[in-house]
């Protein structure tokens, strides 16, 4: 499956983004989707994931109840609706797709380029 991240760019402290996430050449739905980030010299971490029907959800702590993850499988389409941001949050985001519901970026195994999300304070 091929994915394509968008929605990034600059934001002041407190704002909001929503990225998208477009996927491509397989069936959307048999996939779990996941949103993780990576900051300079930081390992990616992970964000948020949604499983196959988009009935449950994860969130890494710091984000949740700011964060919210969505998929609508008749776009093959995911989101990621960002609040609240914080200058902190400034990095790449990207999506990915796997057969594993988890946190664990190593059970993704279909990944975006990246979408630049730069918080200022």
């Known amino acids: 499956v091929q994915l394509q991240a968008s929605g990034g760019g600059l934001v002041q402290a407190g704002g909001s983004l929503r990225l998208s996430c477009a996927a491509s050449?397989?069936?959307?739905?048999?996939?779990?989707m996941g949103w993780f980030r990576q900051a300079p010299g930081k390992e990616r971490e992970f964000v948020a994931a949604?499983?196959?029907?988009?009935?449950?959800?994860l969130y890494a702590d710091s984000v949740k109840g700011r964060f919210t993850i969505s998929r609508g499988n008749a776009k093959n389409t995911m989101y990621l609706q960002m609040n609240s941001l914080k200058p902190e949050e400034t990095a790449v985001y990207y999506c990915a797709a796997g057969v594993y519901y988890g946190t664990n970026r190593r059970t993704y195994d279909y990944w975006g380029q990246g979408t630049l999300v730069t918080v200022s304070s």
């Open positions: 050449g397989r069936t959307f739905s048999n996939y779990v």
């Open positions: 949604i499983s196959w029907s988009g009935g449950s959800t």
